[in-house]
Structure formats: structure tokens, C-alpha cells
């Protein structure tokens, strides 16, 4: 449940805190005051989409912040957990910023998070009707979704199920039809795809090969002044006939390492540069070498090997230009034949596919049958037992009927359509409560909804905007009564304008606007005594202080304790 609210320039409301608690807890104010700022603010806390006109005028942000105590924390404290957040000896805080420029921020468990995770707590915390969800009740699929929860968890488990069979029906059907509708363009890109490969196999690409042959052709090409240059270096280095005029580069190391070699005994400094001058020598010694080898290494006639090098990079640059590159050409054999052996493989996919979706077919069929028959089980009592509530609730000679027809095609909830007819008095014809109730009946007939629904499906908190609308006396007595009792299972926290109402409540809070137009902490009264019976007869008769309205008020006041013992 919530045990308080925080509200900080929302609206008229420059600051309030609300109270709230077990029970039913009733918000009254004169019109203007901020009373239905109090479902907008639940309505932030619980994911609603933000609006920047709500902030209050001359404000950066709005903000608001609940306090929930929950008794079973499981259904909602993995989701905190994934959000960050903690909930701190089974008290969940939750925030909402709303900026002028209409940006949003969310905070759950002490930490920010996506505004959706709000609307994900949602569902386990609060049902919140308002005067739209009141016009909601009018669509089937509120309707059905109604029915559902009253069936219990017997109908929910059969509804997962269909709805499991049902995803993998939908999925195999549509792949099924897929591959019929694009046969022929499937078959032509295996067949273009097949002689793409054809190509890519017979050229048999080597990954790096066009490095390689480039570097092999540009050697070739240029086979003779490889042959010069590595003879000329050779002789210059180590000449098998040196003339005297021009000795070789290894003969003049010697030489100088002798030089060297006749005096280092008077000069220890001279050591290492006689072992670097020898070291010169052993290196130059190695190089001959090995331009000796480089010779004879190089082709004696590398014409008929260029002519084939240079072929082989005509197929493999044809390859390059049409995948882009070689490391393309090579992924496109992989990936080309797996993507062949699929499209190869349709015909006997589509038989595969054509006996799963019988199988699925008949599956799904069947557990909608089984989800039919649980619905029209339900919706028997659930007319029934929202009649007699309609009765308590001022139309003593209403009806409510629910139908489940059978619908011509299954659908993700099913294969049945589920509508709620009313008939209001005897003699009228039923019709469907889109049509046929007014205001004020579609009020009663969603409250007696609720308080049967609730008896199957718990709610932690209803909250409640103008469930009264379009009625009063009588009917608006029983509206009180009827939420009180649902207050027994749930916290309710109901915004009304009826007396009638109110004096049902177990917490009566009052919010007043000031004289400035502002709504502070200070405005925002929990009333009891004699407050409270100055309020019920504001609500009455539009004065406080009505001598036959303070009357009036203790005997609503009285009639709601006597109810409530």
C-alpha cells in the first residue's frame, strides 16, 4: 500500500504531503483546489507519460515521490533488483521529475532508472481508474481483460498456454507463407547465387594470395636488375679477381684490421674498435655469401612464370572487383553456401513447415476451446455476482450480462469476442454498456466490477477519480459503502465530491487552496471531528458552517459508522 505521497510544484500544488495508509482513504477540495493533482501524481509515479504543462507556473520541475510498504515483496523485488534499486525492510521509494522542457527522470529503490520500469511496478501495485478509464470499460478488449482477471488463476494459466501455442502457430504460419509467397524470386537467387559460387570455386582463392602474387610479378618484372644489382654488390664487396688499382671492400677491412691489430697492445681503448673492425669483416664475409646465394637463387628465365603469375591476378583481381575484395570473396563462399544450402532446402522446409502448422493448428484450436469454456464459466458468475452488487448500488432492477461469443479467427488473446450488456430496468432490452449506460451507470457498473473482481484478484490499491460522477443520494450512499468494503481486502484511495462518498472514508483528507492560489504542505488537512463535519458540509451544501448542512453531515457520518460496525 502507499503510505504517503509527496507533491512539489505539480500543477496548483507548490508543496504536499498526503498521509494515506490502510483503508479507504477519501480526497475532497473545492474545484480548482489540486484534489485530482493527487491521480496525476500516482499516475507519474506509476509510468504515466509526463506532461511539462503540469509543472507548476514559474517552477523547473515537478516532482513527485510515494512511499509503498509492501507485505510481499517477491513479484516486485526482482524488479527493482534488475533496476539498481533496493527495497529497504519491505519499504519501496519511488520519484518522478517532470521538467518544463518535458524532460523525465525516474527513481526506484534510491536509484534512477527508465521510466518504464514505473509502468512495470505498476501492475503489481495500484489499478488507478479515472473518468477515461471509466469510457475504457466501454471497449471489449477492457471488457475481456476484466473478465480474465475474474476467472482467476485457472483461466490465466490457460491463457499462458494458448498464448504460448499460439506465438509458435502465428511464427511457423507466417514462415509458411513467406516462403510460398517469394518461391520463385528464392529460387532465382539460388540459382544466381549458385553461379556466383561456381565462379568463386573454380578460381579457388588462397587467403593473402593477391599479396603474394603482386609481390611475386613485381620480382619477376624486374628479374635482370635484380641480377645486376646483387652482381655489382657482390664484387664490390668480395671480388673473386680484384685488380690492384680497385681491392674489394672485405680486402680493405682486412687490411685496416691489421692496421689496428699492430698497435692495440699500447692502448687499451683501442680494443673494442679492433673487435668492431673485425666484426666488419665476418659481416661483409656473410653478405658475399649471401648475394652468392641470392644469384643463384633467381630464376634463369622467369618470362614463362610472369605469364602465369600475371593470369593468375587477372582471375583473382575479376574476383576482387565483383565482392570488393579478396577476404570478401573468400567470406562469400562460406556464407553464399550456407545461404544456398537454405534456399535449396525450401521445398522441403515448406512440407516441414505445412505439418507444423497443422499440428500448432490443431493445438491452438483446442486450447482456445479449453480458453472458451473457462470464460463462459466466469462470465456466469461474474453476472451474477455484479448484478446483485448493481442492486446495493441503486439499480436494484439492473442486469448485467456478460457474453463470450465465438470469434471467426483465433487471436493472441484467444478466439472470443467478450461483451458486457446492461439492461438497466425490466422491459428494456440488454445492450452493450458502450452504448447503453450513461455516466452515472457506467460509474456504478465499473465500481461493482471491481469489488467483485477484487474477491478473485487482489489489488494492493485502488485509486479512484470521480467514480461518483453522474451520481448522488442513494446511489452516491451505496458508492461509499461499496468502496469501504473493498477497503476491507485493499487500500482505496478514492478523489470525490460527494459528502455521500467521503463518509466512508477511514482517512478524510482535505486539500485547500490558498488565498495566493497556491496549494503548500499547510493546505493539504487530515480531517477528523468537527473539521471534518465542516467539510462534509461544504460538500452538502456548499457552506462550511450550514447549521442544516453540519446536520446533514453527522447523520451521513453516523449512517457510515453504523455501516462500517
Known amino acids: 500500500m502507499i503510505e504517503e505521497l509527496g507533491i512539489r510544484d505539480l500543477g496548483v500544488i507548490a508543496e504536499a504531503s498526503l498521509p494515506l495508509g490502510p483503508g479507504f482513504t477519501a480526497v475532497t477540495g473545492e474545484t480548482g483546489a489540486g484534489k485530482t493533482m493527487v491521480v496525476t501524481a500516482l499516475g507519474l509515479l506509476l509510468g504515466a507519460r509526463a506532461d511539462a504543462g503540469t509543472v507548476r507556473s514559474g517552477a523547473k520541475q515537478a516532482w513527485v515521490e510515494g512511499r509503498w510498504l509492501l507485505d510481499d515483496v517477491e513479484p516486485v523485488a526482482e524488479r527493482v533488483a534488475d533496476a539498481g534499486g533496493e527495497i529497504d525492510g519491505g519499504e519501496l521509494l519511488l520519484g518522478r521529475s517532470v521538467s518544463t522542457e518535458g524532460r523525465s527522470r525516474a527513481i526506484v529503490g534510491g536509484r534512477s532508472a527508465p521510466v518504464g520500469v514505473l509502468a512495470e511496478l505498476a501492475d503489481h501495485l495500484v489499478v488507478v481508474h479515472g473518468q477515461a478509464d471509466q469510457q475504457r470499460l466501454r471497449s471489449s478488449t477492457a471488457q475481456r481483460e476484466a473478465l480474465d482477471r475474474f476467472g482467476g488463476a485457472q483461466l490465466a494459466a490457460a491463457l499462458g498456454e494458448y498464448r504460448t501455442a499460439y506465438r509458435a502457430w502465428r511464427a511457423e504460419a507466417d514462415e509458411l507463407r513467406r516462403l510460398r509467397e517469394h518461391h520463385d524470386e528464392r529460387a532465382r537467387e539460388a540459382e544466381e547465387l549458385r553461379l556466383a559460387l561456381d565462379e568463386v570455386e573454380a578460381a579457388d582463392p588462397q587467403p593473402g594470395e593477391d599479396a603474394a602474387l603482386q609481390e611475386r610479378a613485381e620480382r619477376l618484372t624486374n628479374l635482370e636488375d635484380l641480377r645486376l644489382a646483387a652482381a655489382q654488390a657482390r664484387e664490390l664487396i668480395s671480388a673473386e679477381t680484384a685488380a690492384d688499382d680497385a681491392p674489394d671492400a672485405i680486402t680493405l677491412v682486412e687490411a685496416a684490421r691489421r692496421h689496428v691489430d699492430r698497435v692495440v697492445a699500447h692502448d687499451p681503448a683501442l680494443a673494442p674498435i679492433a673487435e668492431s673492425v673485425a666484426g666488419a669483416g665476418f659481416a661483409l664475409a656473410d653478405a658475399a655469401a649471401e648475394l652468392s646465394s641470392y644469384l643463384a637463387g633467381l630464376d634463369a628465365d622467369g618470362a614463362a612464370e610472369l605469364e602465369g603469375v600475371q593470369e593468375r591476378l587477372a582471375v583473382i583481381g575479376q574476383l576482387v572487383r565483383r565482392h570488393g575484395s579478396l577476404d570478401d570473396a573468400l567470406a562469400f563462399r562460406h556464407d553464399g553456401g550456407l545461404r544456398l544450402v537454405e534456399l535449396d532446402g525450401d521445398d522441403d ?15 491452438v484450436a483446442e486450447l482456445a476451446d479449453r480458453l472458451s469454456g473457462l470464460r463462459a464459466t466466469a462470465a456466469e458468475r461474474l453476472a451474477r455476482e455484479v448484478t446483485a452488487e ?66 478473485a484478484d487482489p489489488v494492493p490499491t485502488f485509486v479512484f477519480d470521480e467514480v461518483d460522477a453522474g451520481v448522488g443520494g442513494a446511489a452516491a450512499i451505496e458508492i461509499g459503502r461499496r468502496l469501504a468494503r473493498l477497503a476491507e481486502r485493499s487500500q482505496v484511495i478514492v478523489v470525490t465530491h460527494l459528502a455521500q462518498v467521503a463518509a466512508f472514508a477511514s ?43 453540519l446536520a446533514h453531515a453527522r447523520e451521513l457520518l453516523e449512517i457510515a459508522d453504523s455501516a462500517a460496525a
Open 390 to 455: 448493481l442492486a446495493v448500488l441503486a439499480m436494484p432492477d439492473a442486469e448485467l450480462t456478460v457474453l463470450v461469443e465465438r470469434a471467426a479467427e483465433p487471436g493472441s488473446h484467444g478466439q472470443d469476442h467478450v461483451g458486457i450488456l446492461l439492461r438497466p430496468h425490466p422491459g428494456a432490452e440488454p445492450r452493450p454498456v458502450s452504448k447503453g449506460a450513461s455516466g452515472g451507470e457506467l460509474s456504478r457498473v465499473m465500481l461493482a466490477i471491481e469489488v467483485v473482481i477484487a474477491g
Open 507 to 549: 482517512n478524510h483528507l482535505s486539500v485547500v487552496k490558498g488565498t495566493d492560489g497556491r496549494v503548500t504542505a499547510s493546505s493539504v488537512r487530515q480531517l477528523t471531528g468537527a473539521d471534518r463535519e465542516a467539510e462534509m458540509a461544504r460538500l452538502l451544501s456548499g457552506l462550511a458552517d450550514s447549521e442544516s448542512g
Open 349 to 363: 522446409r515448406i512440407v516441414e513447415l505445412e505439418a507444423d502448422v497443422e499440428r500448432l493448428g490443431a493445438e
